[in-house]
């Protein structure tokens, strides 16, 4: 599977757009990008996925280059409850989500 | 999320003894994973299972196993905990039905497990 790689922490101002960046230079044609967050001591939420197109739904949009080496997940209007670790994994099928240390956002009032 | 339950939710035990975790799931999804996640390495898959007594191992399925006998419930059994296996352990569903946000993994609230 493709090595993503994201930065360790983020802030954010409350009611400002986060962007949080993701490369994954090695993604192969056919791997999808998904994000998700992980809430202190909860469980991984699901957020959004997509393959080369943009997408959009009611949590956040998700931008991928044309070359797909990289993408962004963009939370339009952060709130403080969007503080969270955000994960984001390359992976062919769905059978093994590899999650690394992804990116802590902070978002601050 | 898919209706994800896990018992307990906090457990301690002693090394040696055998310690069962449940998973129970109300979406009729087909595929049914776990996770245990520790610092600094993220989440990592034990064992899942893509139906009723059809599993599979994951990255780290050495001294766990796993049983489902009905579509609903997923169990994970560590037969002779040593403090190792001291972690945060997830559940996680899929719909398995096809593309789109129906097949992406749901996961459970999560039980923390310490073995002493």
């Known amino acids: 599977d493709a090595k993503t790689t994201q930065p360790t922490s983020m802030d954010c101002a409350e009611g400002r757009a986060a962007n949080l960046p993701c490369n994954h230079s090695?993604?192969?044609?056919?791997?999808?990008v998904y994000w998700y967050r992980q809430i202190h001591s909860q469980g991984p939420q699901y957020i959004i996925h997509?393959?080369?197109n943009n997408e959009t739904n009611e949590m956040a949009s998700l931008i991928i280059t044309e070359d797909r080496k990289s993408s962004t997940l963009i939370l339009p209007h952060a709130t403080l409850r969007d503080t969270a670790v955000y994960y984001c994994?390359?992976?062919?099928?769905?059978?093994?989500?590899?999650f690394g240390a992804g990116t802590r956002l902070t978002v601050k009032p | 999320d898919a209706g994800i339950t896990q018992s307990p939710r906090h457990k301690v035990t002693e090394t040696g003894t055998p310690v069962t975790l449940r998973c129970h799931q109300t979406?009729?999804?087909?595929?049914m994973y776990w996770y245990r996640q520790d610092p600094g390495h993220g989440l990592r898959l034990i064992h899942y299972?893509?139906?009723?007594?059809?599993?599979d191992k994951g990255e780290v399925s050495d001294g766990y196993s796993v049983s489902r006998s009905k579509t609903e419930d997923f169990l994970l059994t560590l037969e002779s905990a040593t403090s190792s296996q001291t972690s945060v352990y997830f559940c996680?569903?899929?719909?398995?039905?096809?593309?789109?946000?129906?097949?992406?993994?749901?996961f459970g609230p999560g039980t923390r497990l310490t073995v002493l």
């Open positions: 996680a569903t899929r719909n398995g039905a096809g593309t789109g946000s129906t097949d992406t993994q749901y």
């Open positions: 090695t993604i192969s044609g056919n791997e999808y």
């Open positions: 997509g393959l080369k």
């Open positions: 994994i390359v992976r062919v099928g769905n059978n093994d989500m590899r």
């Open positions: 979406e009729n999804h087909r595929y």
């Open positions: 299972s893509y139906g009723v007594k059809d599993t």
